[in-house]
T-cell receptor, first 115, second 115 residues
Framework: DTGVSQDPRHKITKRGQNVTFRCDPISEHNRLYWYRQTLGQGPEFLTYFQNEAQLEKSRLLSDRFSAERPKGSFSTLEIQRTEQGDSAMYLC?????????????FGPGTRLTVL | AQTVTQSQPEMSVQEAETVTLSCTYDTSENNYYLFWYKQPPSRQMILVIRQEAYKQQNATENRFSVNFQKAAKSFSLKISDSQLGDTAMYFCAFIHLPAGTALIFGKGTTLSVSS
């Protein structure tokens, strides 16, 4: 299976701890996106990379959040000093370069629970 | 404001029946793509169907079709001959052209198909 993969699938942490999630996009995809999905809501955009460049960040991405995509391959999303409000499913998606209507392929997500 | 409204939080249908999921959206842009994504329980989100806003002809994909009314900003999904595997959360979304990056999602409709 060469789809988008995410690791870990589940993470339970205590408030104040740092967590890091990894996303491996489909290999030929230049674009990579992070979304957050809370219970009963649709996904909300967090940030976007084209190759290794982070080109867009949502206002939802507070200073405690940082994302990287070294070498334009996998990406990491780190949350520092986690808060209970950070509990959510974090989704990664990737797509090919081209028009915005290109399909974004989603990974299975990382479910974060902050105690 | 850019928003997507799905007014039906939950719907139920029997196998082989037809069901229509509603979606309205708000954008001041004229060029965009519309999508329906399916998120089965504990599985990743997949694209069901998409529609370019400048195309008047409604998109179809096998048992799935849309009714796109641009003036009304309405984009409903019709599922014909419903199957048990259609049970999922369905999200309506749009993205602006040409350079949009973030998908704007609705809150979703949970569809249950029973035998």
């Amino acid at each position: 299976d060469t789809g988008v993969s995410q690791d870990p699938r589940h993470k339970i942490t205590k408030r104040g701890q740092n967590v890091t999630f990894r996303c491996d996009p489909i290999s030929e995809h230049n674009r990579l996106y992070w979304y957050r999905q809370t219970l009963g809501q649709g996904p909300e955009f967090l940030t976007y990379f084209q190759n290794e460049a982070q080109l867009e960040k949502s206002r939802l991405l507070s200073d405690r959040f940082s994302a990287e995509r070294p070498k334009g391959s996998f990406s990491t999303l780190e949350i520092q000093r986690t808060e209970q409000g950070d509990s959510a499913m974090y989704l990664c998606a990737s797509s090919t370069t081209g028009q915005a209507g290109n399909e974004q392929f989603f990974g299975p997500g990382t479910r974060l629970t902050v105690l | 404001a850019q928003t997507v409204t799905q007014s039906q939080p939950e719907m139920s249908v029997q196998e082989a029946e037809t069901v229509t999921l509603s979606c309205t959206y708000d954008t001041s842009e004229n060029n965009y793509y519309l999508f329906w994504y399916k998120q089965p329980p504990s599985r990743q989100m997949i694209l069901v169907i998409r529609q370019e806003a400048y195309k008047q002809q409604n998109a179809t994909e096998n048992r799935f079709s849309v009714n796109f009314q641009k003036a009304a900003k309405s984009f409903s999904l019709k599922i014909s001959d419903s199957q048990l595997g259609d049970t999922a959360m369905y999200f309506c979304a749009f993205i602006h052209l040409p350079a949009g990056t973030a998908l704007i999602f609705g809150k979703g409709t949970t569809l249950s198909v029973s035998s």
